[in-house]
């Protein structure tokens, strides 16, 4: 069973950045591939971005190319996701999701486990 916590959501003004970072409790992190995704409150959760396992590859969703960078630190077992130029529609619950062998997937229902998420809050 692999634990995923999630930190470093907050508040923050648009166009501000922010990070915010997912820790795994397993040792062959580097064997999952990993994804982040959010849900706003009343939409379903959607795709935000996703690293193969390995060293990659990355891919995003359209809505926040550009601004987005996700990757990964296998010596930390730690997945991260750098938001840039944030929009207040960038305002949800982030979660990152893991599973053995993915090569990045944008599915969510092609991850195994889940962190708990944290809260992304981005003011007008």
């Known amino acids: 069973q692999v634990q995923l916590v999630e930190s470093g959501g907050g508040l923050v003004q648009a166009g501000g950045s922010l990070r915010v970072s997912c820790a795994a409790s397993?040792?062959?992190?580097?064997?999952?591939?990993l994804g982040w995704f959010r849900q706003a409150p009343g939409k379903e959760r959607d795709f935000v971005a996703a690293i193969g396992w390995g060293t990659g590859p990355t891919y995003y969703a359209d809505s926040v190319k550009g601004r987005f960078t996700i990757s990964r630190d296998n010596a930390k077992n730690t997945v991260y996701l750098q938001m840039n130029s944030l929009k207040p529609e960038d305002t949800a619950v982030y979660y990152c999701?893991?599973?053995?062998?993915?090569?990045?997937?944008?599915?969510?229902?092609?991850?195994?486990?889940w962190g708990q998420g944290t809260q992304v809050t981005v003011s007008s």
């Open positions: 397993e040792r062959a992190f580097s064997l999952y591939g």
């Open positions: 999701a893991a599973s053995k062998f993915n090569r990045g997937s944008r599915g969510g229902d092609e991850y195994d486990y």
